[in-house]
T-cell receptor, first 120, second 108 residues
Framework: EVQLVQSGAEVKKPGESLKISCKGS????????IGWVRQVPGKGLEWIGI????????QYSPSFQGQVTFSVDKSTSTAYLQWSNLKASDTAMYYC?????????????WGQGTLITVSS | EIVLTQSPGTLSLSPGERGTLSCRAS???????LAWYQQKPGQAPRLLIY???SRATGIPDRFSGSGSGTDFTLTISRLEPEDLAFYYC?????????FGQGTKVEIK
């Protein structure tokens, strides 16, 4: 069974750094693109970008380029999303999700979400 | 960037009724690269439809997708109480991939 399990909720202050995780299981982690989607409370979904764990190739949405960084640890089948300078506007639920094997851009499996709250 | 506009904003239906949700794109979506997701309160989204009309694994056949170019439709043929949710369309034919703003389906 394919599973994506994300790290727990975080409360941070503006200017702090943060790294959240998404652990994949039940499939070959290095051969499927995995990505991140943001949902501001009460709002819709936004594509942040994707990473290919096999070679760490990345694609960022222009709206998030330079604001976040993707990485993976193949040894633990874990993908990461990190910020170096959090802002209040980063407050949101963040989902990791996996693309199908052919890399088509629809999300066939989702993590449970990680709620990030940034407040002074 | 392709803007997806969903309508109506809210759809109120009785169990057993047919519901039609619309997703209109600001420019043509290449290769019918359009997906639909269902998001129930407090849950992650779930893939319903990909390639405009292909049902994802385990999705009941009361959900169907159609359309091409700039106009796409998700149809719920016979609404069940558990279909209470937000529904989002997403295009993945042109980067950046974008989502519609969602349609809320309410049960009368």
């Amino acid at each position: 069974e394919v599973q994506l399990v994300q790290s727990g909720a975080e409360v941070k202050k503006p200017g702090e750094s943060l790294k959240i995780s998404c652990k994949g299981s039940g499939y070959s982690f290095t051969t499927y693109w995995i990505g991140w989607v943001r949902q501001v409370p009460g709002k819709g979904l936004e594509w942040i970008g994707i990473i290919y764990p096999g070679d760490s190739d990345t694609q960022y949405s222009p709206s998030f380029q330079g604001q976040v960084t993707f990485s993976v640890d193949k040894s633990t089948s874990t993908a990461y999303l990190q910020w170096s300078n959090l802002k209040a506007s980063d407050t949101a639920m963040y989902y990791c999700a996996r693309l199908p094997f052919d890399g088509s851009g629809y999300w066939s499996y989702w993590g449970q979400g990680t709620l990030i709250t940034v407040s002074s | 960037e392709i803007v997806l506009t969903q309508s109506p904003g809210t759809l109120s239906l009785s169990p057993g009724e047919r519901g039609t949700l619309s997703c209109r794109a600001s420019q043509s979506v290449s290769s019918s690269s359009l997906a639909w997701y269902q998001q129930k309160p407090g849950q992650a989204p779930r893939l319903l439809i990909y390639g405009a009309s292909s049902r994802a694994t385990g999705i009941p056949d009361r959900f169907s997708g159609s359309g091409s170019g700039t106009d796409f439709t998700l149809t719920i043929s016979r609404l069940e109480p558990e279909d209470l949710a937000f529904y989002y369309c997403q295009q993945y034919g042109t980067s950046p991939w974008t989502f519609g703003q969602g349609t809320k389906v309410e049960i009368k």
